[in-house]
């Protein structure tokens, strides 16, 4: 199943998974429960397009795990400078902020994950339970613990464990009309991953050692598309500010016709203008 919460939600298992070993579960519910008293909601009203234009992006929606992983295979050296800071999740106070950034750690999640900083790895965790807790996510994910903790030294179930966690996760938001809530997360994931691959691509030069990473990145042009599109259905402020940051990255990408013209002079183009809509979510 095409996973739009993939790296998000293993954040969030990971998290759970760490709260309950931690003999301090009921302590940590709580604070999520009051955080989660003060959220703002997601008051958008259904909108039976937009509903149809998410489905559409989850069905051709590559996982942002598989850009990581692509550039992992390149050996380019770990920059914890690309990561957006735990404590930055303190001023996040209004839905929007929490969901794009819920989407941003979770790829930080990942692109740690394959590198071992532990520290780091438990950091991140921390901050990605707690925005679910204020977005009202945190119980979805309960159930998967006990069988996390069995296998979370297998990445490849650890995965299909998270498979199954997004499916609850979807209905959840589905069920209670949150859809400008996943679009958020979403977008926090595909520009996290993007901006991530760009930023440690920009300088290299397409070849046998990198080449699968530049077509990885050019494969992202057919996501974008259909973000933009399914941005047009929504009317918040925040929502059309960020529709206007991907038509803007969408001009760059417009430029390239097919995976060939993407070299070290469209990715530093890319780079720039994915930085400046990532860097806007996460201020």
């Not at 993939?6 to 760490?18: G, I, K, N, P």
């Not at 965790?125 to 979805?140: I, N």
């Not at 959840?172 to 991530?196: K, M, P, V």
């Amino acid at each position: 199943m095409k996973n739009i919460l993939h790296s998000c939600l293993v954040s969030a298992l990971l998290s759970t998974f760490l709260i309950s070993c931690s003999g301090n579960k009921n302590s940590a519910e709580s604070s999520v429960a009051s955080d989660s008293a003060m959220m703002a909601a997601d008051t958008t009203p259904y909108n039976k397009k937009a509903d149809f234009k998410l489905s559409f992006t989850i069905a051709n929606l590559p996982s942002p795990l598989d850009v990581i992983n692509t550039v992992y295979t390149t050996k380019v050296p770990f920059d914890n400078t690309l990561l957006n800071p735990t404590d930055n999740s303190e001023k996040y106070l209004n839905a929007y902020k929490r969901a794009i950034n819920y989407g941003i750690y979770g790829v930080d999640m990942a692109y740690i994950s394959y590198y071992g900083n532990k520290q780091d790895l438990f950091d991140y965790y921390a901050t990605s339970r707690k925005l679910a807790g204020t977005l009202g996510m945190e119980k979805t994910f309960e159930k998967f613990s006990d069988r996390f903790k069995e296998n979370s030294e297998n990445k490849d179930s650890v995965l299909a464990i998270v498979d199954q966690a997004y499916a609850e996760t979807d209905k959840y938001l589905r069920t209670n009309d949150r859809l400008l809530t996943a679009s958020y997360i979403i977008t926090g994931s595909f520009l996290e991953s993007l901006y991530i691959s760009s930023s440690l691509m920009k300088n290299q030069e397409s070849g046998d050692k990198f080449g699968g990473t530049f077509n990885k990145i050019y494969e992202q042009k057919l996501v974008l598309n259909n973000l933009a599109e399914l941005f047009k259905e929504f009317k918040d402020k925040e929502a059309v500010a960020l529709e206007s940051d991907l038509q803007t990255i969408k001009k760059v990408y417009d430029e390239l016709k097919d995976p060939s013209q993407i070299n070290k002079e469209s990715l530093q183009k890319i780079s720039t203008v994915v930085g400046a809509a990532r860097n806007m979510a996460i201020k």
